[in-house]
């Protein structure tokens, strides 16, 4: 398996405009999660996925956001509008049997909103 | 106060030094993760342990459930260990791992 796959790797946006970030998990895993990285918070859950069903948003700052799981095998995280305190790295990573087991991440997305 | 405290934030060696990063946390955490990031950005699991030590070549992880501490320790490191190490642990009866603030560990040929 080629590992967790998120697309883009970088995007450059302006504020107000639509953003989606993709993310492809490894086959069998049961679990996505979508992680936020800022220089001031860290790491920080947005929302998790069990067998393609939304479990827990309370992360998700904003009704700004959203995120889908159409299938076991891909994810979208969209902003709208965009706004530059979005500006981040999103993560996507995904494991067998939740977080009792080995977490694997993609490369993330590094998002710019001007 | 973080839930997952890490020590030291920053931490400059020479080759060859014997590295110990700690990780003390206050929640109930049923396992817990270690996690290494490269100047690259990308986010690599080095280690779940929710007992006793696990190692992996030169890397060993260690933790006191009880204590609520976690070290984990790199022999004869190298420039290539440079790189950012965070643990986390999942709360207990959730699936949310809470993450430290982040180790930035370079080591100086």
């Known amino acids: 398996d080629a590992g967790v796959i998120q697309s883009p790797r970088h995007e450059v946006t302006e504020m107000g405009q639509e953003v989606t970030l993709r993310c492809k998990p490894i086959s069998g895993h049961d679990y996505l999660f979508w992680y936020r990285q800022t220089m001031m918070r860290g790491l920080e859950l947005l929302i998790y996925f069990n067998n393609n069903v939304p479990i827990d948003d309370s992360g998700m700052p904003e009704d700004r956001f959203s995120a889908k799981m159409p299938n076991a095998s891909f994810s979208t995280l969209k902003i709208q509008p965009s706004e530059p305190r979005d500006s981040a790295v999103y993560f996507c990573?995904?494991?067998?049997?939740?977080?009792?087991?080995?977490?694997?991440f993609g490369q993330g997305t590094r998002l710019t909103v001007v | 106060k973080n839930e997952v405290e890490q020590s030291p934030q920053n931490l400059t060696a020479q080759e060859g030094e014997f590295i110990t990063i700690n990780c003390s946390y206050s929640v109930g955490i049923s396992a817990l993760h270690w996690l290494q990031q490269h100047p690259g950005g990308g986010i690599v699991s080095l280690f779940m342990?929710?007992?006793g030590k696990k190692k992996h070549g030169r890397l060993i992880a260690t933790i006191n459930i009880q204590e609520k501490h976690s070290s984990l320790h790199i022999t004869a490191s190298h420039p290539r260990d440079s790189a950012v190490y965070i643990c986390?642990?999942?709360?207990?009866?959730?699936?949310?791992?809470?993450f430290g603030q982040g180790t930035r560990l370079t080591i100086n040929p």
């Open positions: 342990l929710s007992s």
């Open positions: 990573a995904s494991s067998f049997l939740g977080t009792n087991t080995e977490a694997f």
């Open positions: 986390a642990g999942p709360i207990q009866g959730a699936q949310k791992l809470v």
